[in-house]
């Protein structure tokens, strides 16, 4: 009898679980609110109590699993199963995660960060076809990301590998919250865009909508500035679109001339802006990068969505 998956994506609002076969096929999805009282003391039990109650469900034995595999925010330390520093899970202590959890539900346990795990499920079952080397880039809130080279996930010796929200695209460039300036993240991020067009709309003598908004004191959210530019055309905005896809375009061809992936897969809230964005980040990346990579590796969108985080978390359990 073929074994199944579990994959958990741990998030800061809910934690979504889904049992699949070894092929990656989704059978069974549900999710739970992520409850981050008390230090997130609650967290690790209300996994448990939510995967043994749903086992009994489907009428389902531990035995049948292969493994569960977790994503997670937060520095993990992969080998021991643990982590710590996961601030919008109030996990500010040493967690105990792997031995909890398999003690629990008496099945094996593997986590990992969870952009390394929605780079897993991209490569696996999006857009990277399943090759062995794809490098995949989520632009959200922040700018995370996972590294995949002759299969395996690159963790680097502190666990930093990936971090390509903190390659520096413009050395005089804004303060970041790791502490340097410059980095991706303080410009392509949602947060970002709106940055850029902030620092842009000053300088802006001409008529735009995008330039009425900021200085009215309206919010603006990445989404508008996408829209604006796509949909309206609107100068202002398009200037934005063309800076923030140049700084992208430029991290993406120094990852292509290091690393020469087969693709650099772009996810992420601010990828929703599509076709628009990556057409334009390719542009760039074309202009930073020599012959052979520029021919080689291949700029694409995440195709799995809110799915990357639970796929990629049950491939840890293969």
Request: with cysteine.
């Amino acid at each position: 009898m073929d074994k199944k998956l579990l994959g958990i994506d741990l998030g800061g609002t809910t934690v979504k679980f889904a049992i699949l076969t070894e092929t990656g096929e989704i059978q069974q999805k549900w999710s739970i609110e992520t409850n981050i009282l008390d230090d997130g003391s609650h967290i690790v039990p209300d996994i448990i109590d939510s995967i043994n109650h749903h086992l009994s469900l489907y009428d389902m034995k531990p035995e049948q699993f292969m493994g569960i595999g977790m994503g997670t925010p937060g520095s993990v330390d992969v080998e021991a199963g643990t982590v710590i520093g996961a601030y919008n899970l109030n996990w500010t202590t040493l967690q105990q995660v792997k031995s909890e959890i398999e003690k629990g539900t008496k099945i094996k346990f593997s986590i990992d960060n969870d952009a390394n795990v929605a780079a897993l499920g991209e490569r696996w079952k999006g857009a990277g076809d399943n090759e062995p080397d794809v490098v995949f880039m989520t632009l959200g809130t922040g700018v995370g990301g996972g590294i995949v080279m002759n299969g395996q996930l690159l963790h680097g010796i502190a666990g930093c590998a990936g971090e390509i929200g903190h390659v520096t695209v413009d050395p005089n460039g804004f303060e970041c919250t790791c502490g340097k300036r410059g980095c991706l993240e303080t410009v392509a991020s949602a947060t970002g865009v709106v940055r850029v067009a902030r620092q842009l709309a000053e300088e802006y003598a001409g008529g735009s909508k995008l330039k009425a908004r900021l200085d009215n004191g309206e919010d603006i959210t990445s989404k508008d500035v996408f829209e604006l530019a796509e949909v309206d055309g609107d100068d202002l905005a398009l200037m934005v679109v063309d800076k923030v896809t140049f700084y992208l375009g430029l991290a993406c061809g120094n990852i292509g001339n290091t690393l020469n992936p087969s693709s650099i897969i772009i996810g992420g809230g601010v990828s929703a802006a599509g076709e628009f964005l990556r057409s334009r980040v390719e542009n760039y990346f074309k202009e930073f990068t020599f012959p052979q990579v520029r021919e080689s590796t291949k700029i694409k969108l995440a195709e799995l969505g809110n799915e990357a985080g639970v796929i990629g978390a049950a491939s840890l359990a293969k």
